[in-house]
């Protein structure tokens, strides 16, 4: 049976990359520092731990002992030489949320110093319990913003990542963090696979709360709302949303290949806010006005290039934006309208 750890288990993408590993029949761990929000794990061990410290790193990725069972994780230090090594260690931990988290400023140093440290503890421990492959889930919003001034026309090109100018320090962290990966593939052989993810969206996902994303969001408001919706902004920014089963097909295939990336994992169907409003509404069956409000917006335009992912893996996501819409917005409905 081979074995994979998740980390950030409990977070939206790390639930539902728990729940696809075990249909394909791996033993799980996941770890988080809280447990999904909204549905169960799926994970046949499921730890509750920090993952900024390293005591914690070290003992979630140990597998000594390990006999198809869920294992107590013991806190505290093993001779290196005994361990067994995961198959496969995702790591989707990070100190992160919507635009209202990552772009209004006051999260910045929160986010920089916390996923730098987890990422910092994964990487060194991933060479130290030589597990078998990483991933690290990196994030479009470390492209350079001046690319991304044109709503109509940004480049997103992985090559175009350099010179470098994110517009967020979550950019700025996620951008370092590539490198360390890189930097210890270099020089210790740690077979790593980097993603940039543009905007993942599906159900079970955060709503409401502060942290949510734009589909989410605007799924929420739209299930709130029988005459007008506020929307962040002119609107006219555009972005493209991949439904979160296409991500996790995405992930696995790209862990499992022999490129190391970074590539982009994002769909390229690019639509504007207001756009996005609008399916929404039709999904829905309502007539609603958008009120443009005041708001962090990020950049003004951003779309995954689909070239290198094609290239590389042969694939790419293709799923319409409308049809995964529907998922969530029938999910978020229910839990707003209780019905
Ligand atoms: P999420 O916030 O739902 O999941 C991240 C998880 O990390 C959370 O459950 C959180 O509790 C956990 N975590 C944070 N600090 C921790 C700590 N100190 N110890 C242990 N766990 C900790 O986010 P997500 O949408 O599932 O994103 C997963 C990864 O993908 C993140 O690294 C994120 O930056 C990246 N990403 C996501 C998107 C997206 O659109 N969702 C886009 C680009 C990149």
Same mark, same amino acid.
Not at 286 to 307: A, E, M, Q, W, Y
């Given at each position: ?45 499921? &730890? ?27 806190? $505290? ?16 931990? !990070? ?8 772009? +209004? ?7 920089? $110093? ?13 060479? &130290? &319990? ?17 690319? &991304? ?134 999904? !829905? ?42 998922? +969530? ?11």
């Amino acid at each position: 049976m081979k074995t994979a750890l998740v980390l950030g288990a409990g977070g939206f993408i790390g639930s539902h990359l728990v729940k696809k590993l075990k249909e394909e029949g791996f033993w799980v761990r996941g770890v988080d520092i809280k447990k999904p929000e909204y549905w169960d794990t799926f994970a046949d061990d499921f &730890q509750i731990y920090d993952l900024r410290d390293p005591r914690n790193v070290e003992a979630v990725m140990r597998l000594e002992g390990y006999e198809g069972q869920p294992l107590p994780v013991a806190y $505290h230090r093993y001779p290196f030489s005994d361990a067994l090594a995961f198959d496969e260690v995702y790591q989707l931990a !990070a100190d992160m949320g919507g635009a209202g988290y990552i772009f +209004t400023g006051n999260n910045d140093a929160n986010v920089m $110093h916390n996923s730098a440290l987890i990422n910092l503890n994964v990487v060194k421990e991933a060479v &130290q &319990q030589k597990v078998k492959r990483v991933f690290y889930s990196s994030s479009a919003c470390m492209y350079p913003e001046h690319n &991304q001034l044109d709503p109509n026309n940004p480049n997103c090109e992985e090559s175009s990542a350099y010179p470098a100018n994110p517009d967020s320090e979550y950019g700025w962290e996620k951008l370092f963090s590539e490198r360390l990966y890189l930097a210890f593939a270099r020089n210790y052989g740690l077979t790593v696979r980097i993603a940039r993810f543009h905007n993942i969206f599906g159900p079970y996902g955060t709503w409401k709360g502060g942290k949510e994303k734009a589909p989410a969001a605007i799924c929420r408001k739209v299930a709130e709302s029988t005459e007008e919706i506020e929307v962040w902004g002119d609107g006219q920014q555009t972005r493209s949303f991949l439904f979160v089963d296409e991500c996790i097909e995405g992930v696995l295939r790209l862990t499992r290949s022999d490129f190391e990336g970074p590539v982009n994992i994002g769909s390229d169907e690019m639509v504007t806010i207001n756009q996005l409003v609008e399916i929404t509404s039709k999904i !829905a069956g309502k007539k609603l006005t958008i009120k443009h409000v005041d708001g962090p917006t990020g950049v003004r335009g951003r779309n995954s290039d689909n070239k290198l992912i094609q290239e590389k893996l042969g694939w790419s996501p293709s799923k319409p934006l409308e049809d995964g819409l529907k998922q +969530t917005y029938e999910w978020i409905n229910k839990l707003v309208n209780n019905n």
